[in-house]
């Protein structure tokens, strides 16, 4: 939450926020390494499940922060703020372990010292404060036409870390043509946390703590010689004979209850964030304004880290000295200007061309792609698109649900099933690109994120694990996510009178998603190709045609489109290929307002089975890793929701949401129920 003030003119501004967060920590520790990373002081946070280790922790996070923004003369700004923020709970990195070598305080007199080296999960504090202030001032150079940004930032904290941040830019217009160049330069200095150490001695004997099945305290040293503790000494619990003293059963199994931390200090880190070092960075940034609100930029950057760059260094330990250089480029788009800025030549604000422009068919409800054009040559469009697909509930099998020892028999050809899914989540993130070069032809970019989670149990009746397999998918599930496939489209209008409308779109879709996404490695047993569904594209070039017609009459409007999807080659880089697809789909719309519009869809969607197979190995544990069980008919009944802001600084944007519910399944083979889909969309027009 938060807020601004404005006073004195508007020269003057105080800004203030507050924030609180919630963190649940669920780790899961590496399976090869666990024999070997002492893990006791987090024993009573260590989850075991499906032969995996969780670490789990929760942690809070308050921040607030207080700011004044003071324009001191017509060229001249400061902006100062302060922040203060208060960590409490796990604030550990579970991944981080730290190396403490424990010598034997008997050997150090001797030629040849001896001892034993171990990993322990690092051990911070449980609490942090942190107190930031930084301040900006900004000055307009009149000789240069150009800006100059300096800033500096002071962050201290209760853990010793204090940091020092220096930057500065040249924001540089270039001519009257809309370029803009800005150099940058940027400096970072940090101090090491009271608690950090690359590796830590101890001078004692290691050992741990335990209780024998009598209750007494007892200790197992590095040499797996049990004895007893009695305030400051350690007596054997074997005579010179090996004979158990005091009734102790030498082979008894002590449970472990704690790490005898001994003269290990209370928290130690040897995460390279926590070391000391200075940091200097370095680059240029290219702008060209395109008008109508868009603007191209492209980047580069370079990044230096040694310890040795550290204010105030004598040198440290320069292990974890690195550097890197990143290029960047980007589209931007700024709404107000497109619809505050009167158009040259039209006698009309481009706020009354958005609307007007906007007011000659309705748009399809949210789950239609492809279903409308820009209207006007020169006319451009940038939106947002968002899809959640869920499945869950019941397995099934055609239109009938299974059991799990059908399953068992018949879901994996050959084999025999060992584990279903629970529940598999889509979503999907895409970014509309829409450009009228006439106005019968427009182009489409739209580049897609993917990302998917799904979670199994373990079929009853299953058989046990094949030897060499270790299963652990019941520890968290499996996730994917990243760049999936690219489409692009032209959309050519074929019929443009009152109340009717048709297009048709001639697409492609480009193989940029991965199709060789591999099971997370847990285990150096692990590995193989994750499920089919679970990759993040088709891995082909595929055909993505479809026709649409639209009608609209008073406050009613309608459309009906089909669609398809043509894989255009044999098969991918892992050996398959994606089932053809179609779809018909029919809607009808009616305007609540003048703004706001209601719709209902109905569906029907044909998808074919996979074809061919992986050509890379797969663990093969459940129907999702066999082709034969992907795609079928679909029927499903739609209901959403359309927006448009009609006027005023931001008309031309535009929102959509519509909820897919399935009617009617008829799965190929044995696959996980479907529950829906939501799609949510926003678009802006000029």
């Given at each position: 939450?938060?807020?601004?003030?404005?006073?004195?003119?508007?020269?003057?501004?105080?800004?203030?926020?507050?924030?609180?967060?919630?963190?649940?920590?669920?780790a899961?520790?590496?399976?090869?390494?666990?024999?070997?990373?002492t893990?006791?002081?987090?024993?009573?946070?260590?989850?075991?499940?499906?032969?995996?280790?969780?670490?789990?922790?929760?942690?809070?996070?308050?921040?607030?922060?207080?700011?004044?923004?003071?324009?001191?003369?017509?060229?001249?700004?400061?902006?100062?703020?302060?922040?203060?923020?208060?960590?409490?709970?796990?604030?550990?990195?579970?991944?981080?372990?730290?190396?403490?070598?424990?010598?034997?305080?008997?050997?150090?007199?001797?030629?040849?010292?001896?001892?034993?080296?171990?990993?322990?999960?690092?051990?911070?504090?449980?609490?942090?404060?942190?107190?930031?202030l930084?301040?900006?001032?900004?000055?307009?150079?009149?000789?240069?036409?150009?800006?100059m940004?300096?800033?500096?930032?002071?962050?201290?904290d209760?853990?010793?870390?204090?940091?020092?941040?220096?930057?500065?830019?040249?924001?540089?217009?270039?001519?009257?043509?809309?370029?803009?160049?800005?150099?940058?330069?940027?400096?970072?200095?940090?101090?090491?946390?009271?608690?950090?150490?690359?590796?830590?001695?101890?001078?004692?004997?290691?050992?741990?703590?335990?209780?024998?099945?009598?209750?007494?305290?007892?200790?197992?040293?590095?040499?797996?010689?049990?004895?007893?503790?009695?305030?400051?000494?350690?007596?054997?619990?074997?005579?010179?004979?090996g004979t158990?003293?005091?009734?102790?059963?030498?082979?008894?199994?002590?449970?472990?209850?704690?790490?005898?931390?001994?003269k290990?200090?209370?928290h130690?880190?040897?995460?390279?964030?926590?070391?000391?070092?200075?940091?200097?960075?370095?680059?240029?940034?290219?702008?060209?304004?395109?008008?109508?609100?868009?603007?191209?930029?492209?980047?580069?950057?370079?990044?230096?880290?040694?310890?040795?760059?550290?204010?105030?260094?004598g040198?440290?330990?320069?292990?974890?000295?690195?550097?890197?250089?990143?290029?960047?480029?980007?589209?931007?788009?700024?709404?107000?200007?497109?619809?505050?800025?009167?158009?040259?030549?039209?006698?009309?604000?481009?706020?009354?061309?958005?609307?007007?422009?906007?007011?000659?068919?309705?748009?399809?409800?949210?789950?239609?792609?492809?279903?409308?054009?820009?209207?006007k040559?020169?006319?451009?469009?940038?939106?947002?698109?968002?899809?959640?697909?869920?499945?869950?509930?019941?397995?099934m099998?055609?239109?009938?649900?299974?059991?799990?020892?059908?399953?068992?028999?018949?879901?994996?050809?050959?084999?025999?099933?060992?584990?279903?899914?629970?529940?598999?989540?889509?979503?999907?993130?895409?970014?509309?690109?829409?450009?009228?070069?006439?106005?019968?032809?427009?182009?489409?970019?739209?580049?897609?994120?993917?990302?998917?989670?799904?979670?199994?149990?373990?079929?009853?009746?299953?058989?046990?694990?094949?030897?060499?397999?270790?299963?652990?998918?019941?520890?968290?599930?499996h996730?994917?996510?990243?760049?999936?496939?690219?489409?692009?489209?032209?959309?050519?209008?074929?019929?443009?009178?009152?109340?009717?409308?048709?297009?048709?779109?001639?697409?492609?879709?480009?193989?940029?998603?991965?199709?060789?996404?591999?099971?997370?490695?847990m285990?150096?047993?692990?590995?193989?190709?994750?499920?089919?569904?679970?990759?993040?594209?088709?891995?082909?070039?595929?055909?993505?045609?479809?026709?649409?017609?639209?009608?609209?009459?008073?406050?009613?409007?309608?459309?009906?489109?089909?669609?398809?999807?043509?894989?255009?080659?044999?098969?991918?880089?892992?050996?398959?290929?994606?089932?053809?697809?179609?779809?018909?789909?029919?809607?009808?719309?009616?305007?609540?307002?003048?703004?706001?519009?209601?719709?209902a869809?109905?569906?029907?969607?044909?998808?074919?089975?996979?074809?061919?197979?992986?050509?890379?190995?797969?663990?093969?544990?459940?129907?999702?890793?066999?082709?034969?069980?992907?795609?079928?008919?679909f029927?499903?009944?739609?209901?959403?929701?359309?927006?448009?802001?009609?006027?005023?600084?931001?008309?031309?944007?535009?929102?959509?949401?519509?909820?897919?519910?399935?009617?009617?399944?008829?799965?190929?083979?044995?696959?996980?129920?479907?529950?829906?889909?939501?799609?949510?969309?926003?678009?802006?027009?000029?």
């Open positions: 939450m938060g807020g601004r003030l404005d006073f004195n003119q508007k020269l003057t501004s105080v800004k203030w926020g507050g924030g609180y967060t919630s963190s649940k920590i669920g899961i520790l590496d399976h090869d390494s666990s024999p070997y990373i893990k006791t002081a987090y024993e009573s946070q260590i989850v075991r499940r499906s032969g995996s280790e969780i670490l789990r922790g929760d942690r809070q996070d308050w921040v607030t922060n207080l700011g004044l923004t003071q324009v001191l003369n017509k060229n001249a700004l400061i902006d100062a703020n302060i922040g203060y923020t208060h960590s409490s709970g796990f604030l550990e990195n579970p991944y981080k372990a730290t190396s403490i070598i424990f010598i034997d305080p008997a050997s150090l007199n001797n030629s040849s010292i001896t001892g034993d080296v171990r990993a322990l999960i690092e051990q911070r504090p449980d609490i942090r404060n942190q107190v930031a930084n301040a900006k001032y900004i000055q307009y150079i009149n000789w240069f036409n150009a800006a940004h300096l800033g500096y930032r002071l962050s201290v209760d853990w010793g870390v204090n940091t020092h941040t220096f930057d500065a830019s040249w924001v540089q217009p270039i001519g009257s043509s809309g370029w803009t160049l800005t150099p940058r330069i940027r400096y970072y200095s940090q101090d090491a946390a009271s608690f950090y150490r690359p590796y830590l001695f101890s001078q004692q004997t290691y050992s741990r703590q335990a209780v024998d099945s009598l209750g007494r305290k007892i200790w197992i040293d590095q040499n797996n010689i049990t004895k007893q503790y009695f305030g400051e000494t350690q007596f054997d619990l074997v005579d010179q004979n158990p003293v005091d009734g102790f059963q030498v082979n008894a199994q002590p449970k472990i209850t704690s790490f005898d931390a001994g290990l200090p209370d130690f880190s040897s995460d390279h964030r926590l070391a000391g070092f200075g940091a200097l960075s370095g680059g240029v940034v290219l702008n060209k304004m395109l008008g109508k609100g868009v603007a191209l930029e492209a980047g580069f950057e370079y990044y230096t880290r040694a310890s040795s760059m550290q204010v105030g260094s040198g440290n330990n320069s292990f974890a000295d690195f550097d890197y250089y990143v290029a960047n480029a980007a589209i931007k788009f700024d709404i107000e200007p497109a619809t505050s800025l009167p158009m040259v030549g039209s006698g009309r604000s481009s706020t009354s061309h958005a609307h007007a422009s906007q007011h000659h068919h309705a748009m399809p409800p949210a789950g239609v792609m492809f279903g409308h054009m820009l209207d040559s020169g006319d451009f469009m940038a939106g947002y698109r968002f899809m959640y697909n869920w499945t869950g509930g019941n397995m099998h055609g239109t009938h649900k299974v059991n799990d020892q059908t399953i068992v028999d018949q879901g994996c050809s050959s084999d025999s099933c060992r584990f279903v899914p629970t529940f598999m989540d889509m979503r999907m993130h895409m970014v509309d690109l829409m450009y009228a070069p006439t106005h019968w032809l427009n182009v489409m970019l739209m580049p897609t994120f993917m990302d998917m989670d799904m979670n199994l149990r373990r079929l009853d009746g299953a058989p046990p694990p094949k030897p060499g397999v270790h299963e652990h998918t019941g520890a968290a599930g996730e994917t996510g990243a760049v999936g496939d690219t489409y692009f489209s032209s959309l050519i209008k074929l019929l443009d009178i009152p109340g009717h409308h048709v297009h048709v779109n001639l697409g492609f879709s480009a193989p940029t998603g991965k199709v060789d996404i591999e099971l997370r490695r285990a150096k047993i692990d590995g193989g190709l994750i499920h089919f569904g679970m990759q993040l594209g088709s891995g082909t070039w595929d055909f993505t045609p479809s026709l649409t017609y639209t009608g609209d009459h008073n406050r009613w409007s309608w459309g009906t489109q089909f669609s398809g999807i043509k894989r255009l080659e044999a098969q991918n880089k892992s050996g398959y290929r994606l089932g053809d697809q179609f779809q018909a789909t029919t809607w009808g719309g009616y305007d609540l307002t003048h703004w706001l519009t209601v719709t869809r109905g569906a029907y969607t044909w998808q074919d089975v996979i074809h061919r197979d992986f050509n890379q190995f797969n663990h093969r544990i459940g129907p999702m890793d066999f082709p034969s069980n992907y795609g079928g008919q029927f499903d009944l739609g209901f959403g929701v359309n927006a448009r802001i009609p006027g005023g600084r931001f008309a031309g944007n535009r929102f959509g949401v519509e909820w897919l519910q399935p009617v009617r399944n008829d799965f190929n083979g044995f696959q996980l129920d479907r529950q829906g889909m939501l799609s949510a969309t926003w678009s802006y027009q000029f």
